[in-house]
Nanobody
Framework: QVQLVESGGGSVQPGGSLRLSCAVS????????MGWYRQAPGKQRELVAS???????NYADSVRGRFTISRDNAKGMVYLQMNSLKPEDTAVYYC????????WGPGTQVIVSS
């Protein structure tokens, strides 16, 4: 059974930075394309960044140039470095498979507010 545990969220001012982490267990993580998703209040969950097993990345237009996804296959970890945060980045952030998501983890809350 795949387990996903996100961490690193918090409350920051606009322009600030956060680094999210996701621990993945119970699957052959190294071959999976992984993604970071977010869900803002009243909105659908959206994929904001993905990374293939070889490290190729893709980003939603809304975060490109500000967010960076990375992974450590040996440790079973996925990261999301978020810079130049905006109030519209406020959401619960989740990691999961980018092609075929498993059951969702608890997510980590990010609040961007002055």
């Amino acid at each position: 059974q795949v387990q996903l545990v996100e961490s690193g969220g918090g409350s920051v001012q606009p322009g600030g930075s956060l680094r999210l982490s996701c621990a993945v267990s119970g699957t052959i993580f190294a071959v999976m394309t992984m993604g970071w998703y977010r869900q803002a209040p009243g909105k659908q969950r959206e994929l904001v960044a993905s990374i293939t097993s070889s490290g190729r990345t893709n980003y939603a237009d809304s975060v490109r140039g500000r967010f960076t996804i990375s992974r450590d296959n040996a440790k079973g970890m996925v990261y999301l470095q978020m810079n130049s945060l905006k109030p519209e980045d406020t959401a619960v952030y989740y990691c999961n498979g980018a092609v075929s998501p498993w059951a969702w983890g608890p997510g980590t809350q990010v609040i961007v507010s002055s």
